[in-house]
């Protein structure tokens, strides 16, 4: 719910924005009541967490390995490293994709670049302690960014969920979204009459997306 890949839920080729907003309210609740919790009852329910002196992951890995076997800690650290490495090519991916809309200058580019790397040294040296830090207070500026979007964009993303249960009521089986009914289009180049985000005829802008 931080806001963290709204770049992704983007590129997806639907029929309905809310078809995909519904997709990624689920990957919050998996991720973040199943998976998170799953991990938390692991520790509670073997109940060797008060005397190990072990927090965080060593300590999933710890209680996994009294009930799994010695394999379990190699089998979590491997899940750990492909899920670091997918998270990194993926934040990177999203970082370059704003820094473009931003700005055609390769030299703002090619500083990200050379940031990236450079904290993903300093991570992979660093105390946990810090990198975790440092994580949670770059995350706030990420919550507090998509905090003010969520507030701004709140009652449309509204109307189009009503759009779409009335839809469903309706007996279609697949809503289809149109612009119009939102109470302004600007900055809005799909969703027109028949068109989706899956369609493959290029959109054409409205008077009131382009910029007076």
């Known amino acids: 719910g931080e806001g963290s890949v709204p770049n992704a839920a983007a590129t997806a080729a639907v029929n309905h924005p809310v078809e995909q907003g519904l997709v990624q309210a689920f990957g919050v609740f ?22 190990t002196g ?37 934040n990177y991916y999203y970082g370059e994709i704003n820094i473009s809309h931003l700005t055609n200058k ?57 759009d779409y249960i009335k839809q469903r009521k309706a007996g279609i089986e697949t809503p289809v979204f149109n612009r119009s009914i939102l109470n302004h289009t600007y900055g809005i180049v799909w969703w027109g009459d028949g068109q989706t985000t899956d369609s493959s005829v290029p959109p054409t802008p409205i008077e009131d997306t382009v910029e007076k």
């Open 54 to 90: 072990l927090t965080g992951i060593a300590l999933v890995q710890h209680n996994l390995a009294q009930q799994l076997g010695s394999w379990a800690p190699t089998a979590v650290a491997i899940f750990i490293v492909m899920f670091s490495f997918s998270s990194l090519i993926g």
């Open 106 to 162: 390769r030299f703002y580019l090619h500083l990200f670049r050379i940031g990236v790397i450079l904290m993903t040294f300093v991570g992979s040296i660093a105390s946990l302690d810090l990198v975790w830090n440092l994580a949670d207070l770059f995350m706030a500026f990420l919550v507090l960014t998509n905090v003010s979007s969520i507030v701004r964009m709140g009652r449309t993303a509204g109307l189009a969920l009503d």
């Open 30 to 51: 998996l991720d973040t009541f199943i998976i998170c919790t799953a991990s938390a009852f692991i520790v509670l329910i073997v109940g060797d967490y008060s005397t």
